[in-house]
């Protein structure tokens, strides 16, 4: 079934103890797309400058992702620029040039309007929130958020919390989303500011998904991913986009949401992030396969499972 | 079968986000001990002090630990004071009064001698040689270290390293010992310098096992045991090695030693660890009964199981 991620395409320049690349083809709808699009149809809205050309539309093109909601404007495209430094979990950002997507203003495309599944990457809440009410029909909204928007825009964030079923974010931004040090209350929190399931990506150490007691017809027990020790990682830009499109992409390849399917979706997620990280920008996520992606699925199943 | 622990007795006084307690029991062989005492037969190696009373005594006893081998001289026992403050996983250390142990030379009665478990906590690396030598019988040592030691006493350490099977200790201890990084790469240096396996302890999200290849019919695939998240961590003190207790605890009680059991060994490692932390010192550790600990292992295998 179809997913519909609204969120940024940029140009990143990024160092990390691998090396260094300049104003290579990134963004969060980006990672999301190309990762989604292993497990299902993509359609993506964001926007452009004159500077996106045809040949950074054929990434999302060959992987048959449908870039008909990516909208050009004059101007130069979002450029963010950072480094890793000794912690590969935390980028230092040097610059961050809005650009274009300063105005954004997402506009769906009519085509997509029967889209079944929603990713709202992360952008301001306001726009997340008008999406999601255009966008009443899906069956299943999954988004994400940053420490800018839960501390500058909270009413703003709150709104759309009430509007996500399934928010993917971080340690760190759950705490402080919560304003609560300890993770499992913390998670408890969240949930009943409105989402059905909450998803903390551990960064290195995997990902748990926490539940409200009767969602999808489930108990309230957490469930947890680990992820794969991996002997080098050139850059970690995108893992965490990377995960959602794994798990919202798998999840929207199945014909139910239930309990099984969602622990699936949080494994291919940590799947996809580890895929995302063996290389600088998208360039592992370009050329995989299914049989490479369930391959390495097994692995981790495996680097947790008792007989 | 019966295990020997060879470490520290301590009092303790700890501050946490939950409270404050002054001159409790503990110490590495402590923790070790009660969470070992679940699975099998434990016998102590410790030197404490006047202030060591019958009711310190009793709390091992009480489990049927073993404690004809804990030295009773003149003077105070070990005392150790901390505080936990944002960081749950990182404690600061307010005082450190050896007495005792400082002049500890570890003395193994000959009722120990046919032990065929050996752990070494976390103590000079000179003394755990030297312990090892002389239990030169044992199927299989577990050893413990820390920072102090690792840039401290790097010559003897190493020559430690060689005589341990299982090294348990956490993530920054891996990358400090191996000079690298990356934990992979950092684990495959640590097991180069002589342990068969590397458990690598990682607070919170769990710990992962690495292993030499061909080590006890072994392939070099690491597994990893998640950790459940807790509502409230009262006091981490002991955490990892009560964390040791229940691993070797438990591979003790087997009759061999195969992948299945040390992945087993692993769950039950962070199950121990978890019951420790539910209450200051070694309380919860002191009236478990092994429906729970089996109850709560059944939890942990939940949390990460695919069907």
Do not use: C
């Not at 149809?41 to 050309?53: K, S």
């Not at 893992?239 to 139910?256: L, T, V």
């Amino acid at each position: 079934m179809s997913i519909l991620v609204v969120g940024s395409v940029a140009f990143d320049t990024i160092a990390t103890p691998s090396g260094r690349v300049t104003d290579i083809l990134g963004g969060a709808a980006t990672y999301f797309s190309l990762a989604a699009s292993y497990f299902t149809e993509v359609r993506v809205v964001a926007v452009v400058g004159a500077d996106f050309t045809s040949e950074h539309e054929a990434v999302l093109k060959n992987r048959k992702v449908d870039t008909r909601g990516i909208e050009r404007t004059q101007g130069k495209t979002f450029r963010w620029g950072g480094q890793y430094l000794d912690n590969l979990n935390e980028a230092k950002t040097d610059f961050t040039e809005l650009n274009v997507f300063e105005k954004f203003q997402p506009r769906i495309p009519k085509e997509y309007a029967d889209s079944q599944f929603l990713f709202l990457a992360n952008i301001h809440p306001s726009l997340q929130s008008a999406v999601r009410r255009e966008m009443n029909g899906v069956r299943l909204t999954g988004g994400d958020t940053m420490n800018f928007w839960i501390q500058g825009t909270p009413k703003e964030l709150a709104e759309t919390l009430k509007l996500v079923n399934v928010l993917l974010i971080n340690d760190t931004e759950t705490k402080m989303l919560a304003g609560e040090k300890n993770l499992l209350r913390a998670a408890k929190k969240v949930i009943a500011m409105g989402p059905s399931a909450l998803v903390v990506k551990h960064g290195e150490y995997g990902a748990t998904i926490f539940f409200r007691e009767g969602a999808f017809g489930l108990g309230a027990h957490p469930f947890r991913a680990p992820a794969l020790p991996i002997d080098e990682v050139k850059d970690p830009t995108g893992a965490g986009d990377s995960f959602a499109g794994g798990f919202m992409g798998y999840i929207a390849s199945q014909g139910e949401i239930n309990r099984e399917v969602l622990k699936r979706a949080l494994f291919y997620g940590g799947v996809m992030g580890s895929f995302a990280v063996e290389r600088f920008g998208t360039e592992r996520l370009q050329n995989l396969t299914r049989e490479e992606i369930d391959a390495r699925f097994q692995i981790f199943r495996e680097l947790t499972h008792l007989e």
